[in-house]
């Protein structure tokens, strides 16, 4: 039997004071079920979520209200104004306070509490990419902090992101430093799984470790960490100047402190983030470093900038299993072979993970590359 947190009134106050105010503005045109990722794979309606908040009849127990990856391409479409992914997370915090969460979702907060990253590493090894390397430790005065985040730092794959970061940096005489154990997840994705509790307590441990070590420029290689500080982490009182590292390749490239002397002779096609390109609106200075590399050939997809098509990993989904025939991130590496792509190029790791687990899976003979900008840009370098 479904589960009701409440009937009625009284759950529709809860739902309005978690912040899914804008559910009433709702008049079911349909429009966020016709362009949500989710109904290329199976079915899934964010129209129906918001009618059942309205009357006051969601389902905390089911499994809908775990589904959005909040790509964001619904809230940019709908007529109304609802703000599907704001009211969507209310209905997450609910069930978060009533302790009706997915299990790997708990997993994660408890790594998140107890080691400060949602990959269950030690705290004391956040740092343990960078051996060898001669990195520095952040200190006030330097040009910028070098934020890896948890899945660059800890992550077999990502590590290898971190480190072109840093010898890109290097090369460019860029004075940087990094945190390490001292930096701790910067909570973005925890908090869209509803458990705002532990978004706030990551936040302001980053925020006193920023303060007390006068950071004053954060480079960052995920969007969802670029997100979070940029638009989330003010919610505080943090005011600090955060720049993507597509965004800060751009510059170095244009003020010549970074030159590309290689040639990189590959086909390449470029996935937008939804944390990058529709969240952010940084879909250029990427593509624009890609057009900078010798011999590179980049073709558009399908899908692309203000639609390119979600990986599936927002929103906290990348903690969730998703069955191998509903993966988002399948249809999106048959359109990188569709444009003859050898290589599959983005920015975040959790498209990452999602395209290179796809890629293992593709059959008749099919390969592609998954690659970070970061790391054509390290080859070329
Ligand atoms: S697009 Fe907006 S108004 Fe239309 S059904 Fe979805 S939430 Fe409701
Ligand atoms: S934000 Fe994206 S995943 Fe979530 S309901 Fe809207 S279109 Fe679907």
Known sequence: MTETVAPYKEIVDIIKLQGGQSFKYC???????????????????????????????????????????????????????????????????????????????????????????SLGGERGKRAAWAEGLSVNTFAEGMEILYYPGCYLSYDPRMKKVAVATAKILQKAGVGFGILGPKEVCCGESIRKTGDEATFKHLARENIKTFIDHGVKRILV??????????????????????????????????????????????????????????????????????????????????????????????????????????????????????VDAEVLATSCPYCITNFTDSALSLGNGRSIEIKDVTEIIQEVI
């Open 221 to 338: 290689s995920s969007p969802h960490c670029f997100h979070t500080f940029a638009n989330e982490y003010p919610e505080f009182g943090m005011h600090f100047e955060v720049i993507h590292i597509t965004q800060f390749m751009h510059e170095l490239i244009g003020s010549g402190r970074l030159e590309l002397k290689g040639s990189y002779a590959k086909r390449i096609t470029y996935h937008d983030p939804c944390y990058l390109g529709r969240h952010n609106k940084i879909f250029d200075q990427p593509r624009e470093v890609l057009g900078q590399v010798n011999g590179l050939t980049l073709n558009e997809m399908e899908d692309y900038r203000e639609n390119s098509l979600c990986c599936g990993g927002g929103g906290g989904r990348i903690w969730m299993e998703t069955p191998k025939e509903e993966r988002f991130s399948n249809i999106r590496l048959k359109q990188a072979l569709d």
């Open 27 to 117: 008049y079911q045109c349909g429009i966020c079920d016709a362009v949500c990722p989710w109904n290329k794979v199976s079915s899934f309606s964010m129209r129906k979520l918001a009618r059942q908040a309205v009357f006051g009849l969601t389902a905390i127990d089911e499994e809908e209200i775990w589904r959005c990856t909040t790509c964001g391409t619904c809230p940019s479409r709908c007529p109304r104004g609802v703000d599907q992914i704001k009211a969507g997370v209310s209905l997450r915090r609910i069930a978060t306070e009533y302790g009706v969460v997915p299990d790997s979702i708990t997993t994660i907060s408890g790594h998140l509490m107890s080691e400060g990253n």
